[in-house]
């Protein structure tokens, strides 16, 4: 199973990935079957336009029985979240907001 995910990109990658993908959310593909060579052809593609045009993110996001976690991952753009290896395990991470932080520092004990 193939995801690709987009945020803030042109609507070419959108109507692309529509064209060999699922768009099961907005700005959300799947493809239950795509095989190396087409995953490496869209990932071309996705690279080649995001160079030249910019803007917002790409993740692609596959099965890889030998990798970490058992996942690939590759992006474009800055992506919301940074993805960690922490001991064998993906992880999200993102930073706190302002508000998030001043609940931390009141629940804090001195």
């Known amino acids: 199973m ?13 109507g692309f990935l529509a064209s060999c993908m699922l768009e099961i959310a907005p700005g ?8 190396v060579a087409v995953r490496e ?21 596959w099965r890889d029985p030998k990798a970490v976690a058992g996942l690939q991952v590759r992006t474009l753009g800055s992506t919301p979240v940074e993805l960690v290896d922490v001991g064998g395990v993906i992880l999200s991470k993102r930073p706190l907001t ?7 520092k009141k629940a804090t004990p001195s």
């Open 2 to 14: 193939t995801v690709v995910t987009t945020r803030e990109v042109a609507p070419r990658f959108r």
């Open 41 to 61: 052809r869209i990932w071309k593609v996705l690279e080649v336009w995001f160079g030249q045009l910019g803007g917002g993110s790409v993740v692609m996001v």
């Open 28 to 35: 959300v593909y799947v493809g239950p079957r795509i095989n």
């Open 98 to 104: 302002q508000p998030e932080m001043e609940k931390l």
